[in-house]
């Protein structure tokens, strides 16, 4: 049983270039949040998807928005990239009853 | 304030030592408590899990929550080298429909051999 994966798992821009990140979840899992992790800093809550719908969001300005498939994988994409922007983008999933969830090994971004 | 705050690392011990990490927190909703280890330039993986207060043991790891205190543990026995890693603890509110997982800064370990 595969566990959640993303792609691709590193990725170079330019400020303001347009980028999608994608993540596949846990067989069974159909509820996905994406997190940015700056270097140093543990990771923040960006949203929350389920049913194709995004359900809750955390800090994050509307350059960032995201959809869900209806095999339940999703998309991240961040607009007019800033240097701010440089992280580890993870993909975590859960099934909707279950507590836990469950990371992917993340996409490292790097804005220049 | 934060809402979660981890002591500042980077922490270094010998093999077999006992590992005591820490967190404290001010949102008096949180319920659910977890630990993750995050290998370098991985994902973090869950470690424990633990539901309000008291203790779980699980192995050489065992999760501490004193939800008066406002305040969680993670203490590794007998620790190994392969335990060297980035130790994130998060939490979140008992809402079914809320993800969002608060994290601390994480604090990274070094066991030497």
């Known amino acids: 049983d595969a566990g959640v994966t993303q792609s691709p798992t590193h990725l170079i821009k330019t400020r303001g270039q347009q980028v999608t990140l994608r993540c596949s979840p846990k067989?069974?899992?159909?509820?996905v949040s994406w997190y940015q992790q700056a270097l140093g800093q543990g990771p923040q809550f960006i949203f929350q998807?389920?049913?194709?719908?995004?359900?809750q969001r955390g800090n994050f300005p509307d350059r960032f928005s995201g959809h869900q498939f209806p095999n339940y994988s999703s998309e991240l994409n961040v607009n007019a990239l800033l240097l701010g922007d440089s992280a580890l983008y993870l993909c975590?999933?859960?099934?909707?009853?279950?507590?836990?969830?469950?990371f992917g090994p993340g996409t490292r971004l790097l804005v220049l | 304030q934060k809402e979660v705050e981890q002591d500042p690392g980077p922490l270094s011990v010998p093999e077999g030592a006992i590992v005591s990490l820490n967190c404290t927190y001010s949102?008096?909703?949180?319920?659910?408590f977890m630990w993750y280890r995050q290998y370098s330039r991985k994902g973090p993986e869950l470690l424990m899990y633990?539901?309000?207060?008291g203790n779980k043991e699980d192995g050489r790891f065992t999760a501490q929550v004193d939800k008066s205190s406002k305040y969680i543990s993670l203490f590794i026995r007998d620790s190994q080298p392969s335990d060297s890693a980035t130790y994130l603890c998060?939490?979140?509110?008992?809402?079914?429909?809320?993800?969002?997982?608060?994290f601390g800064k994480g604090i990274t370990l070094s066991v030497r051999p």
């Open positions: 949102n008096s909703a949180f319920q659910y």
């Open positions: 633990t539901y309000s207060s």
């Open positions: 975590a999933s859960r099934p909707r009853a279950i507590e836990t969830q469950y």
């Open positions: 067989s069974g899992h159909d509820t």
């Open positions: 998807y389920y049913e194709e719908e995004e359900r």
């Open positions: 998060a939490m979140r509110d008992p809402d079914g429909a809320n993800s969002k997982l608060t």
